[in-house]
């Protein structure tokens, strides 16, 4: 049952990123993450008043996960405004690789042959990757929009690590409820205060206006996380495959980018697409 959550999770986060690419266009970042947090604060407020406020022990580790995903979130967004989705999607493909690596440092999960060739095709795509970035004028060396991309997919990748710990039984075993409620009330809070910053600097940064894509994203995320967490809440369910399963989102974000947005290189991106998809079915083989 958890990997059908998984595959759930995974189309929804898809839609997540078309409906955020189209409100990042021509728009300020921090009035679009401000809205999705404080919509994802709303939608997930009945869950904070039937879990109740528990305790500091455990309201400090949500806390932590509020901070590491709000983090994640700005650098990601930042990248998805000024990159083409059909990059942005196969390198956040790569974030699977490295909660497997995390898993086998924290969570003692091992790497057998399958796994290993995955993560060996999946640094070959990051590679293939680079070289079609550079065919656009983006030097994944040089580019700060890259540097927020691969600061976003680190983030991302400790997040999901940081996910089991919170909620399997084996390790705090928190319950899903509390965690939505308590993480998305934290991160509403943190960006009303980045809000109220950009308030008084506004003449520096871009204007904002509103799109019909907005209220999508909290929508979309908030049902993908939803079926994240109750799939990484079953006993049995894997970090690594999870998390793998829900990249599969990257198909969905680079048909937008092919189909409607029209961005360049779709030949060349689609081989790096296909290259980073094998690194993934890799690692599923060899985690079942």
Not at 95 to 109: M, N
Not at 173 to 191: C, I, K, T
């Amino acid at each position: 049952m958890w990997w059908i959550l998984a595959f759930v999770s995974a189309a929804l986060l898809g839609g997540y990123d078309v409906s955020k690419k189209l409100s990042l266009r021509g728009n300020a970042v921090i009035p679009v993450l401000f809205l999705n947090t404080l919509l994802c604060a709303l939608l997930f407020s009945p869950f904070l008043f039937r879990s109740g406020w528990g305790s500091w022990e455990i309201q400090r580790w949500i806390l932590l996960k509020s901070m590491l995903v709000l983090s994640s979130w700005l650098a990601g967004y930042y990248a998805m405004k000024h990159l083409p989705i059909t990059l942005v999607g196969p390198v956040n493909a790569t974030r699977p690789v490295l909660v497997l690596v995390g898993a086998v440092l924290l969570f003692g999960e091992r790497l057998n042959l399958l796994q290993s060739l995955g993560v060996a095709t999946a640094v070959l795509a990051y590679f293939l990757l680079r070289r079609t970035g550079r065919s656009e004028g983006i030097d994944f060396r040089h580019n700060k929009w890259i540097a927020c991309l691969i600061v976003a997919v680190l983030l991302g990748a400790a997040s999901g690590l940081y996910d089991k710990y919170l909620l399997s039984p084996h390790y705090l075993g928190l319950d899903r409820g509390l965690v939505l409620g308590w993480y998305s009330f934290y991160q509403a809070a943190m960006m009303g205060i980045l809000m109220l910053v950009r308030l008084s600097h506004r003449h520096n940064d871009t204007p904002f206006h509103w799109h019909w894509s907005l209220p999508l994203i909290s929508i979309f995320l908030c049902s993908a996380d939803y079926a994240y967490l109750q799939a990484l809440s079953q006993p049995d369910a894997l970090i690594s495959v999870v998390s793998m399963i829900r990249r599969g989102s990257v198909l969905v974000s680079f048909l937008a980018g092919a189909l409607f947005l029209k961005e360049k290189n779709i030949r060349a991106k689609s081989l790096d697409l296909l290259m980073m998809l094998l690194s993934m079915v890799l690692l599923y083989l060899g985690s079942r």
